[in-house]
């Protein structure tokens, strides 16, 4: 039952929180624009926008990482593993299915998948990193 759960989760978390909270981030978001009024192009653009994406990921995926945690304290790491894999291979499906055109490489998805695979394992980490914290203080 947990295992279905986790793998609910993922699909949830992939297919509809984080959908919906990038558009309103991708709207209201004001680091790009700030960086481009400074000048800031090629690869330290991407650099700070990798680190920004990755930390507004990982706070977003913070509830389903507090769920999959409490599913049970025994396996938090299969259950983890099944909830990235569910949105992972969800996210990904039809470029598995049906390969790119010729012409066009698959760079353009590695930083899409990188962070897909980042987001919920860093957030799960940060919790147990929290709940270690919180069991050894007096």
Known sequence: MAFAVSAVVGFVQWQWVLPYCWM???VHNLVPHWLALHGVKGAP???VLFVQDTLINVFLCLP????????SPHK??????IAVSTGFLWDY???FADPLPS???YGMFIYG????LVMLPGASALIGLSDRRRATSP
């Open 76 to 81: 938090p790491l299969a259950y983890l593993a």
């Open 103 to 105: 012409g066009v490489g």
């Open 24 to 26: 309103y981030i991708a």
């Open 113 to 116: 998948a990188l962070l897909t």
């Open 93 to 95: 499906r039809l470029l």
């Open 45 to 47: 653009l991407y650099a």
């Open 64 to 71: 389903a990482a507090l769920v999959l945690r409490r599913l």
